[in-house]
């Protein structure tokens, strides 16, 4: 009789167990609109100000690039991205609750090149180096956008 009970309770816990350790993955997508390389920092770290936190520094050359994809503990997080030595930096809230995509656009262009793509750009949102325009951005989406292929 007690056979009987404790194999539908051992389940249960089984089960349970397996979806309360479900951990969120973050997807990093990057951007890199300018003629050459550029070496970003990127960093995600717990709101509650836990001292372990996911950096990565790396040099991303023209072009789309997917970083490594890490999975991460529920919770809130802040992401921080920073390139041209810290200068170019832009910071998100991230909620980790599922998977999430992380995309972020560097640009670096003159005013000319910037009008051609994007039509009107508030140029006081970039910081100018070397007679340049240089900027970041970044979204967030729940699922990896369509029109992105690695």
């Known amino acids: 009789m007690r056979m009987r009970l404790l194999i539908p309770f051992a389940l249960f816990l089984f089960v349970f167990a397996a979806c309360s350790s479900y951990r969120p993955m973050a997807h990093v997508i990057i951007y890199n609109n300018s003629d050459t390389g550029i070496p970003i920092n990127l960093s995600i770290k717990h709101r509650t100000g836990e001292p372990r936190a996911q950096t990565v520094s790396t040099v991303i050359n023209p072009g789309f ?3 490594d994809a890490h999975k991460f503990s529920k919770g809130t997080y802040h992401i921080t ?3 041209n030595n810290g200068t170019v930096a832009i910071q998100k809230n991230l909620a980790l609750d599922t998977d999430r995509w992380i995309i972020i656009t560097y640009n670096y ?3 000319l090149n910037l009008q051609r793509t994007y ?3 508030d140029t006081t949102m970039l910081r100018k ?3 340049k325009y240089a900027g970041l951005d970044m979204y967030i989406e729940n ?3 369509p029109t992105i292929r690695l």
Request: charge should be neutral; aromatic fraction near 6%; glycine fraction near 12%.
């Open 81 to 83: 991205a920073a390139a």
């Open 143 to 145: 699922r990896k956008p």
């Open 129 to 131: 180096i070397n007679g």
């Open 65 to 67: 690039h997917e970083l």
């Open 109 to 111: 262009s003159d005013s």
């Open 119 to 121: 039509g009107y750009v």
